[in-house]
């Protein structure tokens, strides 16, 4: 983030929600930047390096999963995908590929502009190192002494538990699909294993959700994988 | 017989008399001769004449079939015992070797059997099947007749065909009362039966006319026929063999096919999922992408934390507008599509002149058209034509609204009308990028959207095209594109004129 002002790089094909995000993003306080093609897309992100890229997979000249590699290639940029597509295996392969959030379409602008907030804040802030102590309401995680609380309660995690949690608390925010989370935690060999992590998680819930039923912290994504919310909802 | 006079003579006149035991000898040569030669029954006449000629020419006294020494009695009929033994190993062996070479002949007409009826192509390999087993146990026609299959006859006449159809169409209705034991019989796979046809005019034809049963998948698909040439012999157990066991593998080539058929059922259908899926996927971007838009605005609208310039707030507010316009249309076209897909479509034909309709469309979009140079060719004098009028005013516009979309501005459209051979022509051409031939059909699809020149995408729902090319057909006419004389597009339409030829 540069001079104060967020600057956000909108792919899109369809020009009324161009102008409308840009619009919005600018009263928003935020450098604005279009493209709607991939080709004028990467054009754009090499020349304004963007601080979040919003982005469509419809697009006319290919796919955008075909930018969502380009840009992987070049940064860590948190990538936004806002698009028609609902199907799990779009979303799936969208966040496989390095994208960071992923958004149907239509959504709500509130809610792009939260989610906008936290892809920023992770940039402000990447992956939590591992001396650092990590804070969430009441959940504290010193990851240098492996040591989680919940409030004044301390934590007993095994460690795939710890693992795991450590996984989900260094990408907050963001979607982190099946096979990231098993290949971090269980290893590459595991990818397909889904039983494995949600036993896992249910227990991770158990030890630090007070209502398991309905998570604070750690989220399900259906279909697609599981979240950490780092903030209230 | 004439072995064992030959062999007399020969001992009597060449060798001038011989040994008592060469000659028996020689008479056991003439024995074996004639059972590899002939077979057992006449082995064993050999053997019996060899006998009466041995006694007659060689034992004492000489020609006279009584014996003086008795001793020579047991010579005597330990030689009719070799000679009878040695006579039918001779024959058998003999028998076998013709066997075996039966057994040959029917397992490599069976293996090409095999080869020809797994052919791909069931009717292809059935007539080489009948062509086959014809030539090999030279009878006078075979015939495959299966049920939902066009009968196989080699060679083709007339009399054979009615005689097999006839015969297939047994067993119990088609027989003569007398033959309705056997008849019971036809059914079951691999048995013999005659078959009589009342059908069957040539009386002698009918003893000579054979069917087996053929099943597939464990059920009865047919029969297998065979008509013996006249004045030949029954069939032998060889030729029952290889008849039934040509009959079993029709009918694994009838399953086969059968087993085919459902594949490529199934593999259809996938298809059409497919398709249904793409277009689902289709719609669904089409409806989300102005949902989206409208969400977008009327959000930012309602947001507090933003002050708005009024600028700014006529942007959404036209975003939202447009956007609205845009899925009402796309909602109207997809009613329409499915209204006409559906068979709901009535049109309300009356006669109507072409130029009229011409000018309508051209008026109303003429702010459409402003940024390009429009010609008109449609002759005044032309006969009216029965159309849906608001049906064809929507496929005319759909036409000239892709023409401009589609080429640059400042670019030509021209629309013309004439008379030819399939009734009314309505060409609408323009000079942009054109229709590759490999799209020429597909972008009548729905949800088809063609790249300009640069690469972009066209906006649109890709619906036009299919809607113009259902409403065509409806008033029985047809729409396709071509190359224009520019390179550009050219969009024809013929309607019949003739009012024959215009569906109710």
Redesign the interface.
Known sequence: MSEGRARVLVVD??P??L???R??LR??GFDVETA??VRDALAEYDRARPDVVLLDL?L??DDGLVLIRNIRGRAPTPILV?S???EDRDKVSALDLGADDYL???????E?LARIRVALRHVARPETGTDAVFEAGDLRVDLGRRDVRVGARGVRLTPTEYDLLKALITHPGRVLTFSMLLRQVWGPGYSSEGHYLHVYIARLRKKLEDDPQAPRWILSEPGVGYRFRAEGP | MGAVALVTLFIGSVLGGAHFANASMLYLVAVLISAIAFGRGPAIVASVAAFVAFDWSFVEPLHQFTVADPEQYVSLLLFLLVAAVTSQLAADQRSRTAQALDREREAIILADIAGLTAAPDLGASLVAAAARIQQELDVAAVGILLRGQLPVIAPFSSDVDRLFRGASSAPANALSPGTAASATAAGRPGRWVRVVSPLARDERARTRLHSVAIDAGGAPAGSLLVLRRAGTAPFRAAEDRLLAATAAQIGLAVDRARLRDEATESEVLRRSDELKTALLGAVSHELRSPLASIMASAGSLRQKDVTWSDAEREEFHEAIEQEVKRLDRLVGELLDLSRIDAGHLVLQRQYHSIDALVDDVLGRLRNATSAHEIRVDVPDDLPPVSVDYLRMDQVLSNLIENAVRYAPAGTLIEVAARVDADGLRIEITDEGPGIAAEDRETVFEPFRRLRRGDRAIVKGAGLGLAIARRLVEAHGGRIWVEVGPGRGARFAITLPLDAEAVPR
């Open positions: 094909d369809e009324a929600i102008r409308t995000l619009t919005n009263g928003h709607g093609n419809g006319p000249d806002v028609a597509r609902d149907t379409k239509p959504f709500s602008v509130d792009l």
